[in-house]
Structure formats: C-alpha cells, structure tokens
C-alpha cells in the first residue's frame, strides 16, 4: 500500500513539474519574441456621425493587444437651407445628414454693428443732419 501511494504521490510530483516546465518554456518564449507579430485589426465598436469607434489588434506570439480609436467622421448634410446672420440677429444652416438621417442645425452668430470712424459720410443740411 505504501509503494502505491508513493508511487503515485512520485508520479503526481513529475507531472506537476513537467507541466510547470512547459509553462516555462512557453513564457520564455512569449518573453522572447522581440517584435510583436500583429493580427488583423477587429472593429470593437464601429464609429457613426458623432461618436469615435475602437479597433483592436493582438500579437500572434505573447496575446499582447493594441487598441486604436476610430474617429467619428461627423455628419454629411446634403442641401442644407441657410439664413444669414443680420448685424443683431443669429442666422442658421440646417440640412439633413445623407448617413444616419438626423437633421442638424448649426448657429450662424449675428455679425454685430460695423461701425465707422466717425467721420462725416454727409454733409448736413438746413433739412436734414449730417451722418
């Protein structure tokens, strides 16, 4: 009884240490490599109109990823309708996005006052003032 409890207990030991060298050799490996050996990228979360995407890579040898954002490439408004800003009045340009479908409306600031230097631009006379 004791042999074969020894015996199993030895064969045990040699199997755990046999699978603790492979393991070894396996992250030596890994640790190894010098370069990195890159898969093809996979699209994690693909961008739209307004929110950036995530792309992911993994090396071939040691798992080691790589991740690179998708920019969001904005939206692509076709026939967008404009009203131009007055000296005190906001204008706009909306339009419809040829992608996602969404109307979009941009502010145009109003332009505020130009005014001169104050010169003369009128001479005045006896029926109206000058400018």
Known sequence: MRRKL???????LFAVCG???????????????TQ??????QVV???DCETDGLKRR???????TEDEVIPAEGHKITNPQTVQPTCTEDG???G???????TVTQNIPALGHDWDDGEMTQIPT??????
């Open 92 to 94: 706009y340009s909306s």
């Open 58 to 64: 993994s090396c071939e040898v040691c798992n080691q």
């Open 19 to 33: 699978a603790f060298v492979i393991s070894a050799c396996n992250e030596d490996e890994k640790q190894a490599h």
């Open 45 to 47: 979360t693909p961008s």
């Open 96 to 102: 419809k996005c040829s992608v996602c479908g969404e």
């Open 126 to 131: 006896c029926v109206r003032g000058g400018g």
């Open 6 to 12: 020894f015996a199993v207990l030895l064969l045990l």
């Open 36 to 41: 990195h050996i890159w898969g093809e990228w």
